[in-house]
């Protein structure tokens, strides 16, 4: 059975950072794009970071230079850095895997993550 956990949300004052992690387990990490999605109150669900099984990444255009996501095959897990935050980050984030970048099979709980301003 697959099951991601995401841990590290918070509050946090506008400007500072926060580190998301992803434990994913059930699967095999390096078959899979991973990525983070964020969802905040009245408004569609994004996705703000992809890591591909090929290597490539990429970033909503809103998060770019402030955001880092990265993975760890070995040890089942993803991570996103967030940097200068903004009160526009508030939302909910979610981790999601798709098997050979396909479809988002597999998701997290999400963890909330609230910016100050």
């Known amino acids: 059975q697959v099951q991601l956990v995401e841990s590290g949300g918070g509050l946090v004052q506008a400007g500072g950072s926060l580190r998301l992690s992803c434990a994913a387990s059930g699967l095999t990490l390096s078959r899979y794009t991973m990525g983070w999605f964020r969802q905040a109150p009245g408004k569609e669900r994004e996705r703000v970071a992809a890591?591909?099984?090929?290597?490539?990444?990429d970033y909503v255009d809103s998060v770019k230079g402030r955001f880092t996501i990265s993975r760890d095959n070995a040890k089942n897990t993803v991570s996103l850095q967030m940097n200068s935050l903004k009160s526009e980050d508030t939302a909910v984030y979610y981790c999601?895997?798709?098997?050979?970048?396909?479809?988002?099979?597999?998701w997290g709980q999400g963890t909330q993550v609230i910016v100050s301003s």
């Open positions: 999601a895997a798709a098997l050979y970048g396909r479809s988002w099979s597999y």
């Open positions: 890591s591909w099984s090929g290597g490539i990444i």
